[in-house]
């Protein structure tokens, strides 16, 4: 089965709201990491978090590995958020080989 | 400083036709990837670098794919004789922390592939 499970697939929600993305995961960690992609555009790292919660302006990150999961959560969405937010995650097996997500595609509605 | 830099940005071939991709990461990484990324999906590793060596290709199709970084800085993605299944954005990401983790990686904006 697939080893990072990405959800939604896609959001959409008015411009202001607060959007949580969920990133489930099967096998061993080393870290989590969440990107951010504009259409046609490269990735962009937004965290890299081993465990715990970090903040970036509006973005926080979760992970919890006992629960084998990670969130992302943007706080008063605004447009320019618009895009794909992709989870990858980092083998504990010492490998550099990142499983990332399908993505959740997110837009918003001025 | 200069990013992750890839061409060309578009590629539309018919089936059976080859076409190279260029990588030049930042000035100073040692280790370079190659992802693959379907439309409406995450993106696969094909291929990474450290240096001039070739550290894992498990996932990239030997037959028709090929990948070199002969001076450990620039490098080129090879597909051989194209299929419609190749149809992709093909992803250029390098780093410098002798291939540690992953926490300082940089992507280029990608080539997009249609194979007709």
């Known amino acids: 089965g697939q080893q990072v499970q990405q959800s939604p697939a896609s959001l959409v929600l008015q411009e202001g709201e607060n959007a949580e993305l969920q990133c489930n995961f099967s096998t061993s960690l080393n870290s989590m990491q969440w990107f951010y992609q504009r259409p046609g555009g490269s990735l962009v790292s937004l965290f890299y978090n081993p465990s715990g919660t970090k903040h970036s302006g509006r973005l926080t990150s979760t992970t919890v590995i006992k629960e084998r999961r990670s969130s992302l959560h943007i706080s008063s969405s605004q447009t320019t958020d618009s895009g794909t937010y992709l989870c990858?995650?980092?083998?504990?097996?010492?490998?550099?080989?990142?499983?990332f997500g399908k993505g959740t595609k997110f837009s918003l509605i001025p | 400083e200069a990013g992750v830099t890839q061409s060309p940005r578009y590629a539309v071939l018919q089936e059976g036709q080859a076409v190279s991709f260029w990588c030049d990461p930042i000035?100073?990484?040692?280790?370079l990837y190659w992802y693959q990324q379907p439309r409406d999906q995450g993106p696969q590793l094909l291929v990474y670098?450290?240096?001039?060596?070739?550290?894992?290709n498990s996932q990239l199709p030997s037959d028709r794919f090929s990948a070199v970084r002969p001076k450990g800085t620039n490098s080129t993605l090879k597909i051989q004789s194209a299929k419609q299944g190749d149809t992709a954005t093909y992803l250029c990401?390098?780093?410098?922390?002798?291939?540690?983790?992953?926490?300082?990686?940089?992507f280029g904006h990608g080539t997009k592939l249609s194979v007709l």
């Open positions: 670098f450290r240096d001039e060596a070739v550290i894992d």
């Open positions: 990401a390098s780093s410098f922390d002798r291939g540690v983790s992953n926490e300082r990686l940089f």
């Open positions: 990858a995650l980092e083998p504990g097996t010492g490998s550099n080989r990142l499983t």
């Open positions: 000035s100073g990484h040692d280790t």
